[in-house]
């Protein structure tokens, strides 16, 4: 069994029977949707058309969405059936970012991951979906594509079909017979202030916001292509007042008449994460590198005081990661049942073994401070524990950039720079602190001119890769290109200036300076700039619509 649909364009009326047969049968709450209808509208009146494209999951025969799961809750049954288990869910929000299609939802009642799920339970008893049911014009053709007498098998193979993004990689089992190439590609189309019998979300939480500038009774607006029209109507919250457009249809070739919005699922959690993150890793991994190099002097109290905030910011990382869930009481489904290709769950794993064996270290170094612990016994144990940190450390600070890249609906976030980027950040984390320290704590020279030396190479670094990536190296899909330039000269330019300049340009000045206060300003002007910077990556990539 390898089960499919699909969708007849040159039958299908844009009637939403389907959509509500879908709501109905599963009790999908309002404001998420499994089944929407795409109205996409071409040329100039009286000569314009409206195209209608039913959307749902895709079915993928290669789901990047169960391969990023932690939890086994987005799973691929035999029957090719991507079905979830809500059960099992955490809420994490990574199958919304590994799917090209913005198939995925997070239930409002729930609060678990949703979508298509080609009515399983009417499939096992053998029914068809519910939309295939109540649709008047059978523009909705379900059933098994390895059987050749099935009537998809025999459709697929009589006409010419189509499929939404096949440059992803994902084998979709949905096929559009007449599929209009403008409403199939996400960004071809112009997406208007206002939809059919909807207005569109012009904030940060959803994808294809748009930006309103008042002036007396009107408001120009600009929507997410960069397109400025002039705009009147009730003032307050533009997302729900009426609006009559300035620029007609006859004014645009091509625009999208009426879609699904769907919520951006990652906020400042994540680019913050990052940030603590990589103070944690790239502190113990500074320390095992100085621990095991012999012409630089171990500072105990470097430990100390490094390691004591080192640890804090890894709680600190580990409280984000629980307060960005949807389901923070099943936190721990991520070690009692982890999905091992998910890199969510592969970092909870991570994670626990450099705070594990990173604590301990801590612990012995402060005990042997402390006096409560022979010194000897410290400095036996120092190089075995600062060669275990070293690979946690850098896969603490480096889990970051694969989970990304697993994250196949955001393009950008796939970039081979990214590992590279962040194992740069991490190494100017790790040695900032220490530069800091001498304002309060007594260092040897040679520890703290190698932590200044590494702090100054790693921005430079740092600054090098990010300038290269953002600004000078092609990406290799439109999709990235837009999120880029939506990063560098869009919607984010002030937080990527601000990555670049407070983050980069400031630190090197005041580095430059050497006085041990100036580093400690370094240190704050770095993670600023740096969750700048990871405000508009994190970001940018989600505005770009993929439905």
């Known amino acids: 069994m390898n089960y499919g649909f699909v969708i007849d364009n040159a039958s299908c009326i844009g009637c939403h029977a389907c959509s509500t047969a879908c709501k109905s049968e599963n009790q999908v709450p309002l404001g998420v949707n499994r089944t929407w209808v795409k109205y996409v509208e071409t040329g100039r009146y009286p000569d314009s058309r409206r195209s209608f494209q039913v959307t749902r999951c895709n079915h993928c025969a290669n789901p990047p969405c169960v391969r990023i799961c932690p939890t086994q809750a987005m799973y691929q049954r035999e029957d090719g059936i991507v079905e979830f288990d809500t059960d099992a869910c955490i809420g994490c929000k990574a199958c919304t970012q590994a799917c090209p299609y913005d198939a995925i939802y997070i239930d409002p009642e729930t609060k678990t991951a949703a979508k298509c799920h080609y009515c399983a339970h009417r499939t096992d008893v053998g029914l068809e979906p519910a939309c295939v049911v109540v649709c008047p014009e059978h523009a909705i053709i379900a059933g098994d594509l390895d059987d050749p007498e099935s ?69 120009t607006r600009t929507n997410d292509r960069g397109t400025s029209v002039r705009v009147s109507g009730e003032q307050g919250n533009p997302s729900f007042g009426p609006i009559t457009v300035g620029a007609t249809m006859a004014e645009h070739m091509v625009q999208v008449s009426y879609n699904a919005q769907h919520r951006v699922q990652w906020h400042w959690p994540i680019p913050l994460y990052i940030v603590t993150k990589h103070i944690a890793g790239g502190s113990f991994l500074f320390l095992a590198l100085a621990a095991l190099v012999p012409a630089i002097p171990f500072a105990p109290a470097a430990m100390v005081w490094g390691g004591a905030l080192a640890l804090l910011m890894t709680l600190f990382t580990l409280g984000l990661l629980v307060y960005d869930l949807d389901r923070p009481d099943r936190f721990f489904y991520l070690l009692v049942r982890p999905q091992w290709k998910s890199w969510v769950a592969r970092a909870a794993w991570i994670l626990s073994g450099f705070t594990g064996v990173t604590g301990l270290w801590w612990a012995l170094e402060t005990a042997a401070f402390a006096g409560l612990v022979d010194s000897g016994v410290a400095e036996s144990a120092r190089p075995v524990l600062a060669v275990a940190a070293i690979p946690l450390s850098a ?3 480096l889990y970051t950039a694969f989970l990304f890249a697993q994250a196949e609906g955001r393009d950008l976030w796939q970039s081979a720079h990214v590992p590279a980027q962040m194992g740069a950040q991490a190494l100017l984390f790790g040695a900032a602190p220490f530069t800091a320290m001498a304002l309060f704590v007594e260092l040897p020279e040679a520890f703290t001119a190698f932590a200044w030396l590494t702090f100054l190479l790693a921005t430079v670094a740092s600054l090098l890769v990010t ?42 000045a005041l580095l430059i300076a050497g006085h041990p206060a100036a580093s400690a300003a370094a240190f704050v002007a770095a993670a600023v700039g740096l969750f700048a910077y990871a405000y508009a990556f994190v970001m940018a990539p989600q505005m770009v619509p993929n439905s």
């Open 151 to 219: 009537e998809i098998s025999r459709v697929v193979a009589k006409n010419n079909v189509t499929v939404r993004k096949p440059e992803q990689g994902t084998s979709p089992k949905v096929f559009y017979i007449e599929g209009n190439e403008l409403a199939l590609h996400p960004t071809a189309a112009i997406k208007p202030e206002s939809f059919l019998w909807a207005d569109v979300k012009n904030d940060h939480d959803h994808i294809g916001y748009v930006d309103d500038r008042q002036s007396g009774s009107q408001t």
């Open 467 to 508: 300038l290269a990536a953002d600004l000078w190296f092609p990406h290799a899909s439109e999709i990235a290109r837009r999120a880029q330039a939506d990063m560098v000269s869009g919607h984010f330019r002030m937080h990527w200036m601000v990555g670049i300049v407070v983050g980069h340009g400031l630190p090197l």
């Open 395 to 397: 896969m603490a600070a």
